[in-house]
């Protein structure tokens, strides 16, 4: 029988046009970084198993409380 293990992680914005890391709750998502995050991962053998986000209810919106994405590797 296989052996693996799990690594869930929140993944973070990056603004479009300053480059820089913000607060999640006032930032945009750039799809390339998202990318390279997940990119990342993968060149040390892990697996995307799911990805989901989370809502802030105090906001009242539909505002992300952030993206965490769940890995598998075979161990």
């Known amino acids: 029988m296989e ?3 799990y690594l869930t992680v929140q993944l ?5 046009q300053t480059g820089k890391r913000l607060n999640p709750t006032i930032s945009s998502w ?7 995050q997940l990119n ?4 040390n053998g892990w ?11 105090e906001l009242r919106t539909a505002s992300t409380g952030g993206i965490f994405a769940m890995f598998k590797r075979k161990i």
């Open 3 to 5: 052996k693996g293990e």
């Open 12 to 16: 973070e914005p990056l603004t479009v």
């Open 30 to 36: 750039d799809a390339g970084y998202f990318t390279e």
């Open 40 to 43: 990342e991962y993968g060149k």
């Open 47 to 57: 697996e995307l198993a799911s990805c989901f986000t989370t809502i802030k209810p």
